[in-house]
């Protein structure tokens, strides 16, 4: 059975840090391209990084320089570092599994940056 577990969000300052694990099992992973997505309320789910199976990795514009996508072949993890949190970040960020067309999304993790 395919799971793909999201950990690490909370309540966060602006211009505070969290960094996000999504634990996967069931696939191989390092076949997979990941991704980290986010939805805010009433808003559509957004891309915020991906990284492929060979490393190449894209950001979204509003998250470059400030996020950082990693991956653990090792450990079948994929990380997203976020630093210099802006209100705006405030979402529910998804990892997505993706092999052709083959998709699976993870629970979500609420992340909300607020003084």
């Known amino acids: 059975q395919v799971q793909l577990v999201e950990s690490g969000g909370g309540l966060v300052q602006p211009g505070g840090s969290l960094r996000l694990s999504c634990a996967t099992s069931?696939?191989?992973?390092?076949?997979?391209?990941m991704g980290w997505y986010r939805q805010a309320p009433g808003k559509q789910r957004e891309l915020v990084a991906v990284?492929?199976?060979?490393?190449?990795?894209e950001y979204a514009d509003p998250v470059k320089g400030r996020f950082t996508i990693s991956r653990d072949n090792a450990k079948n993890t994929v990380l997203l570092q976020m630093n210099s949190l802006k209100p705006e970040d405030t979402a529910v960020y998804y990892c997505?599994?993706?092999?052709?067309?083959?998709?699976?999304w993870g629970q979500g993790t609420q992340v909300t940056v607020s003084s």
């Open positions: 997505k599994a993706a092999l052709g067309t083959i998709m699976r």
């Open positions: 069931g696939i191989i992973f390092r076949l997979y391209t």
């Open positions: 990284i492929t199976s060979s490393g190449t990795i």
